[in-house]
């Protein structure tokens, strides 16, 4: 069974970073597609950025492209965020995805692709 656990929200004043963890466990992961969505209060679940494990190629969600930065250390079975110049519109429960890819060779960037998911993490962001 697949377990993910997010870590590193928090409160955070306009313009600072955070960097959002991802630990996963319960399988090897080399095959799988890990992805970061969030979750504004009314509105629907949105992808923010995905990476494949295998090779690391990343894709990103226009809003958040060229200021957030997607990586996996194979090591710990950890996926990061890295999010800079934040804004408060970035306020949301961040969610940590993963789904195996089988013989797919694109990116994973529906909530509908993904399997398994998070119990999230919330951040807020002050203007």
């Known amino acids: 069974q697949v377990q993910l656990v997010e870590s590193g929200g928090g409160l955070v004043q306009a313009g600072g970073s955070l960097r959002l963890s991802c630990a996963a466990s319960?399988?090897?992961?080399?095959?799988?597609?890990m992805g970061w969505f969030r979750q504004a209060p009314g509105k629907k679940r949105e992808f923010v950025a995905a990476?494949?494990?295998?090779?690391?190629?990343?894709y990103y969600a226009d809003s958040v492209k060229g200021r957030s930065t997607i990586s996996r250390d194979k090591a710990i079975d950890t996926v990061y965020l890295q999010m800079n110049s934040l804004q408060p519109e970035d306020t949301a429960v961040y969610y940590c995805?993963?789904?195996?890819?089988?013989?797919?060779?694109?990116?994973?960037?529906?909530?509908?692709?993904?399997?398994?998911w998070g119990q999230g993490t919330q951040v807020t962001v002050s203007s």
């Open positions: 995805a993963a789904d195996h890819l089988g013989g797919f060779t694109g990116i994973k960037y529906q909530v509908s692709e993904y399997a398994y």
């Open positions: 990476i494949r494990w295998s090779d690391g190629s990343t």
């Open positions: 319960g399988r090897t992961f080399s095959r799988y597609a």
